[in-house]
């Protein structure tokens, strides 16, 4: 199986170097993002997509650390007087993918699985 090192992803995204993520939890969120992905399936998109799915864990365990809940959604406005903030309502068939789209780690780990594919699904 492939494997993604700590090295490896700060390399791929080095605003996780410490003091932001210390090794443990850069490791924990890679090691919660490998049942997400196959490698049969993923392919030469595997890494890319291991690292991007990581990341996005990373930045909500780093954010709810500091106590900031981050966005519930993709932001569509701001304005700073009395802080309003608008997000976007998904599309039908994406509300499960909500989740994903509220960081731009998540928002890459998407297109990545679109160029991946997900395979053939065949109903019992």
Known sequence: MATLTVEAFRARYP?????????????TAIDDAVPWLSVTRWGAFYTQGLAALAAHFLKG????????????????????????????????????????ASSAYGQRFLALRRLAGMGAVVAP
């Not at 003091?19 to 490791?27: E, F, I, L, M, R």
């Open 15 to 27: 605003e996780f170097a410490p003091p932001a993520a210390s090794d443990t939890q850069v490791q």
């Open 61 to 100: 365990s780093v954010a709810s650390g500091r106590g900031q809940s981050g966005a519930a959604g993709a932001v569509t406005s701001k304005r700073a007087g009395d802080i309003q903030l608008t997000y976007a309502t998904p599309a039908a068939g994406d509300a499960a993918d909500v989740w994903l």
